[in-house]
Each structure stands twice: as C-alpha cells, then as structure tokens.
C-alpha cells in the first residue's frame, strides 16, 4: 500500500458500505481542500434477509439519510446508484462489504488432522464460514458413505488441502475421486477451492472443472515445516464474494456496482490492521463484536492473523455463542445472583429480536459478561497461529487495540469502552485504545487497494476515536500502591498519582496531547520485565488509564465481593 501513497488520486468522492447481520452502515468520504475526510455516515437496518431480501433496500435508506443531510444526490432517475459519473450526483468509488446472513457452508478434505487439515481450518476460520464436514486418510468411512457426508452436509464451497509441494500425490488423487463422484451425484454444484500441492493443480482443474467453478492457491502447507494462509484467504474472500452475489438477499447488484466486487468484513479488517502495524512500528489487534460473528484481527510481528467465529454472536448467534462460553465464565462478571435460565432466556430473546438493546441494567451487565467472554474465547482460539508466543503466557506488548461493534464503541462514557477492551483482552504493557464509532474501519480496508492516501489521511483527521493510552503491568499486587504515576504535561506543570493495588484510575491528558510518564510499580508487577519505566504517552478521551490489577485480571469469586469491586472498576474509568 505505501508504494501507492505517492500518486495522485484518481477519485474524489468513495463510498463504503458494510452489511451487517443487523445493520448497514454506509461512510461517504470526500477531498475537502486536497485532503480526504469523513464527510458523512448513516446506518439503517439490513434487509438483505426476509421479508425483504434486497440489501439495496438498505443502501438506498442510508443514502436518503445523506442526501437529506448534506444535499448531495445518489441516484439517477431509474433508481441506480451513479458510480463515476460527472460528480454532480453519485460516487467515484464504491465499494462493498458484508458480515452478515447465514455463513458458508463448508467440507474440507484433506490428508492428514495434524498437518494439512489443521492448516485448512486455520484458513477457513478467516471467512464467515461454518464447517459441515471433514474428510481425511484416516477417515474409517467407506467410499459411499464419504460421498454421502459431502451430499448431506450440502456445501456451498469444498476446500481440498493436503500434500506437500511436489511431493507424493497418490493419496489426494484418491479423495479428489471421492469429492468428483459427491459432485457429479449432487444436484446443486459447490464451489471447489484447492490449496494443496502446488503440482495437483493441473489434475484438480482437470477433475473438477466440468462438475463446478474451481478456484486455486498456494499450498498451505507446501512443507512440514512451513504454513503459508495469505494465499488461501485472499481465494476465500473471491469465494465468499460469489457466494453472497449468487444467493438471495439481492449482493448481486451490489457486486456490480462494487469495485472490488463484496470483499469480507474480517479480510477488509485484516488489511488494515497490516497497514496500522506496518506505519506504527508495532503489533495491533482489531477486535469486532456483532451480532452473528465475533471477529478478530491481528498483525504480530509483522505477520496477519485473522480468525472468524460465526458461532459467537451478541444476536443471531447468542444461543450458541453461550453454548460455546458456558454458562460459569459468564456468572463470574455478574453482580447479582442469576441462573442458567436467565442467561438461556436473555439470550434466546437476544437470538430472535437481534437489533434490541438492554433494557435494564441487569441486561446491560450480562451483554458487557458476555461480550468480555466471546472476545476472551476468541482471542484464545487466534492465539494458537502466533508464532513465538505460547498460549500459556500474557499476551504480548500490544501497540495498538482497536474495538468494533455496537457495545464496544456505542457505551455513553469512552472510559466504559476502555473497560470493557481491557477485560476482554487483558493487554500487558502501554497500549493504546481504539474504537470505530463510525464505522469507517471496514470501508477503509477495502479502500486501501484502491486509493491509500485515503487512508492515510482520514485516519489522521480523527477517523478512529482514541481513548487513550493504558498501563497495564503483568504480575501480581495484593495491597497498597500498585504504581505510582507522575505525569509532566507539554506546557510544564506535573501529576502524581497513586493508583491503589486492584483498582483503575484515570489520569486526564486530551486527545492529540502527548506527556512525559514515569511509572514506578510495587513489587510483584512489571512492564516488559521493569518495574521503572519512562516513556513519553498520548492521551485520549478518556486520558491515560492506570490499571493496578495485575495480569490475570483478578474476579472475586462470591457474588456479594463481585458486588462490592466490579462497581468500583466502572466508576474509576467513568470521565463524566
């Protein structure tokens, strides 16, 4: 991307729009005096499912919305959105992202579970993807009842992994027999995605191509040692882009239109993340939480990780995200007793009427357990591909976290949102605080192929709210001071602060203002193996957030304890 910042741009005004399970939201940037900006935004309801099955019925609302805020039109007489017309009415660039409807249904097919086939599944857990079935060497299934766990899973896509790169091929020869019978005897014909050995493809196109549209990539594992995903990702989104445009909910008239066709909502992520590490110098992680997905990407080390977990969800797929919680882990946030009914119930109303919010506070408590839990999950399952750093240890140094979705950006106070990212996360070190209230992330990552310099200057001009910096030592402290923070301000004056052991503390330093810190910790706690540390940090809405907990971060176990210091923790980080 940063080899294209240099060119003049070729497109004034860009429009984002991204599907979601339950809302659409639509960002209109402009140059204003020769720099790109945020000029508007609206969200509307999605219709891409019943009783309306059209997402351009959402699109057209949202649009409306603009024109009646800033004047602008979109639509010529016919009803069709004006894309690279004259500039008096319509768009540039537009382009397309989507979450949300039912996910892809998948069979994976691959030679071994601790090579090829984990591989397969680390790729797949980067699109909105339900996997129905595997098939592997070790399947003690015969031919027809392999073919007939292809034919009742009814797939939407086969990917096929398996075989090094020029290496023995015989045996995934013999599954690709098994999955050519499956097609020829099925009477809708599933997308084939293969991402085996690279020497195959030839035999595969050969096999396939006349029973179903056959795509291909890089190996995912062209040795042993080696996992290579980028390839299979990039092939995925291409596949989950026909998918949407070719079954009903009305994307394919989206897609026409859409310069990039309708990329995925964790793909449109993940490259932005690599282009905020790569200009920040450090690691970042994005974490979204929606209503029939939770979405996590990350760049560690220099490296994209991008996991997707459609059955976590604070709506379409609350049932089943509590299922794959427990019930216990959500208890333990809660400060009231509740049962399992309860958050069954909640969660079953939550599952049928997806766009309501907390009526209560009770409710509010469970949706912020809930969601601490699903990204806690989440974030465990991606940490399995990070390489160099075991599951068994605090995250590691985190630069920036970025938090999408309604609940994480959508809390009255931003220092409730800076909570609720440090317990779902639990970040170690000085990391700064995102969030996306305006939903300009996914649009961005999508318009980063196409015009960088966009990026690069919305972001700057405030496009993502910073909440601020946190200090979160690793370790330990039971009693007394947990650090002592002096903070000297730009215009000389200084704050010292002492933050108690267990507790949060907010330290004001606005947004765009940097401060010299000194942190000293009490024994037991540490920053990147330190007790002292020095460091120049910028502030946000919420300021620079002290956090003397320690890592784990430690929950009391009875309720009436929980009741006693959770409350004091949402206190502590409130700025109004």
Same mark, same amino acid.
């Given at each position: 991307?940063?080899?294209?910042?240099?060119?003049?741009?070729?497109?004034?005004t860009?429009?984002?729009?991204?599907?979601?399970?339950?809302?659409?939201?639509?960002?209109?940037?402009?140059?204003?005096?020769?720099?790109y900006?945020?000029?508007?935004?609206?969200?509307?309801?999605?219709?891409?499912t019943?009783?309306?099955?059209?997402?351009?019925?959402?699109?057209?609302?949202?649009?409306?919305?603009?024109?009646?805020?800033?004047?602008?039109?979109?639509?010529?007489?016919?009803?069709d959105?004006?894309?690279?017309?004259?500039?008096?009415?319509?768009?540039?660039?537009?382009?397309?992202?989507?979450?949300?409807?039912?996910?892809?249904?998948?069979?994976?097919?691959?030679?071994?579970?601790?090579?090829s086939?984990?591989?397969?599944?680390?790729?797949?857990?980067s699109?909105?993807?339900?996997?129905?079935?595997?098939?592997?060497?070790?399947?003690?299934?015969?031919?027809?009842?392999?073919?007939?766990?292809?034919l009742n899973?009814?797939?939407?896509?086969?990917?096929?992994?398996?075989?090094?790169?020029?290496?023995?091929?015989?045996?995934?020869?013999?599954?690709?027999?098994?999955?050519?019978?499956?097609?020829?005897?099925?009477?809708?014909?599933p997308?084939?995605?293969?991402?085996?050995?690279?020497?195959?493809?030839?035999?595969?196109?050969?096999?396939?191509?006349?029973?179903?549209?056959v795509?291909?990539?890089?190996?995912?594992?062209?040795?042993?040692?080696?996992?290579?995903?980028?390839?299979?990702?990039?092939?995925?989104?291409?596949?989950?882009?026909?998918?949407?445009?070719?079954?009903?909910?009305?994307?394919?008239?989206?897609?026409?239109?859409?310069?990039?066709?309708i990329?995925?909502?964790?793909?449109?992520?993940?490259?932005?993340?690599?282009?905020?590490?790569?200009?920040?110098?450090?690691?970042?992680?994005?974490?979204?939480?929606?209503?029939?997905?939770?979405?996590?990407?990350?760049?560690?080390?220099?490296?994209?990780?991008?996991?997707?977990?459609p059955?976590?969800?604070?709506?379409?797929?609350?049932?089943?995200?509590l299922?794959?919680?427990?019930?216990?882990?959500?208890l333990?946030?809660?400060?009231y007793?509740?049962?399992?009914?309860?958050?069954?119930?909640?969660?079953?109303?939550?599952?049928?009427?997806?766009?309501?919010?907390?009526?209560?506070?009770?409710?509010?408590?469970?949706?912020?357990?809930?969601?601490?839990?699903?990204?806690?999950?989440?974030?465990?399952?991606?940490?399995?591909?990070?390489v160099?750093?075991?599951?068994?240890?605090?995250?590691?140094?985190?630069?920036?976290?970025?938090?999408?979705?309604?609940?994480?950006?959508?809390?009255?106070?931003?220092?409730v949102?800076?909570?609720?990212?440090l317990?779902?996360?639990?970040?170690?070190?000085?990391?700064?605080?995102?969030?996306?209230?305006?939903?300009?992330?996914?649009?961005?990552?999508?318009?980063?192929?196409?015009?960088?310099?966009?990026?690069?200057? $919305?972001? #700057? +001009?405030?496009?993502?709210?910073? /909440?601020?910096?946190?200090?979160? @030592?690793? &370790?330990?402290?039971?009693?007394? !001071?947990?650090?002592?923070?002096?903070?000297?301000?730009?215009?000389?004056?200084? $704050?010292? #602060? +002492?933050?108690?052991a267990?507790? /949060?503390?907010?330290?004001?330093? @606005?947004? &765009?203002?940097?401060?010299?810190? !000194?942190?000293?910790?009490?024994?037991?706690?540490?920053?990147?193996?330190?007790?002292?540390?020095?460091?120049?940090?910028?502030?946000?809405?919420?300021?620079?957030?002290?956090?003397?907990?320690?890592?784990?971060?430690?929950?009391?176990?009875?309720?009436?304890?929980?009741?006693?210091?959770?409350?004091?923790?949402?206190?502590?980080?409130?700025?109004?």
């Amino acid at each position: 991307m940063s080899n294209k910042l240099d060119t003049q741009p070729t497109a004034n005004t860009i429009l984002a729009a991204d599907f979601g399970s339950v809302n659409t939201r639509v960002v209109l940037f402009d140059r204003v005096d020769g720099q790109y900006r945020l000029l508007s935004r609206a969200q509307t309801l999605s219709t891409a499912t019943p009783p309306v099955l059209d997402a351009g019925v959402a699109l057209r609302r949202a649009l409306a919305e603009i024109t009646d805020l800033i004047g602008k039109p979109f639509f010529q007489g016919s009803g069709d959105l004006v894309v690279g017309g004259d500039g008096a009415v319509g768009v540039d660039v537009f382009v397309a992202t989507a979450s949300g409807g039912r996910p892809m249904r998948a069979v994976l097919v691959g030679l071994t579970s601790d090579v090829s086939l984990d591989s397969g599944k680390r790729a797949l857990a980067s699109a909105h993807v339900d996997l129905a079935e595997t098939l592997s060497l070790v399947d003690v299934r015969g031919l027809e009842e392999q073919v007939n766990a292809i034919l009742n899973s009814q797939p939407d896509m086969i990917f096929i992994v398996g075989g090094t790169d020029y290496g023995a091929n015989d045996s995934l020869v013999s599954m690709l027999e098994t999955v050519r019978l499956a097609l020829r005897l099925s009477r809708a014909r599933p997308v084939i995605l293969y991402a085996g050995n690279i020497e195959l493809k030839p035999i595969v196109e050969e096999m396939l191509g006349e029973e179903s549209t056959v795509f291909t990539a890089t190996n995912v594992r062209p040795t042993l040692a080696e996992e290579k995903l980028v390839g299979a990702e990039l092939e995925l989104a291409l596949v989950y882009g026909a998918y949407k445009a070719n079954n009903p909910g009305g994307f394919g008239d989206v897609q026409k239109i859409s310069r990039l066709g309708i990329m995925p909502t964790g793909q449109s992520y993940s490259n932005l993340v690599q282009y905020l590490a790569r200009i920040n110098g450090h690691d970042v992680l994005c974490v979204d939480v929606g209503s029939s997905s939770v979405t996590i990407s990350a760049c560690i080390k220099n490296t994209p990780h991008l996991l997707i977990r459609p059955d976590l969800g604070l709506g379409h797929s609350a049932v089943t995200g509590l299922q794959a919680i427990g019930v216990k882990n959500v208890l333990r946030w809660l400060t009231y007793e509740a049962t399992e009914s309860d958050l069954v119930d909640y969660m079953w109303m939550k599952s049928l009427h997806p766009s309501t919010v907390p009526a209560t506070v009770r409710d509010l408590e469970i949706e912020y357990a809930i969601a601490r839990e699903f990204v806690r999950s989440a974030i465990h399952d991606s940490r399995r591909s990070w390489v160099g750093y075991p599951q068994t240890e605090a995250l590691p140094g985190l630069g920036t976290i970025i938090g999408v979705g309604s609940l994480l950006t959508g809390s009255v106070d931003p220092g409730v949102s800076a909570l609720l990212l440090l317990d779902a996360v639990q970040p170690a070190g000085l990391v700064q605080l995102k969030v996306d209230p305006y939903g300009v992330l996914a649009g961005l990552g999508s318009v980063a192929y196409l015009e960088p310099l966009a990026v690069v200057q $919305v972001l #700057e +001009s405030g496009g993502l709210l910073n /909440l601020g910096t946190a200090i979160c @030592p690793t &370790g330990k402290h039971d009693s007394g !001071s947990a650090m002592e923070v002096r903070v000297r301000y730009v215009n000389g004056t200084t $704050v010292k #602060e +002492s933050v108690p052991a267990g507790s /949060l503390k907010i330290i004001p330093l @606005p947004v &765009g203002q940097k401060a010299n810190v !000194s942190i000293r910790l009490a024994r037991g706690l540490a920053i990147n193996g330190r007790r002292t540390v020095n460091a120049s940090l910028e502030g946000g809405v919420a300021g620079l957030i002290c956090d003397g907990r320690g890592r784990p971060v430690p929950l009391p176990h009875s309720v009436k304890d929980r009741a006693a210091v959770l409350p004091g923790w949402l206190e502590a980080v409130k700025t109004v």
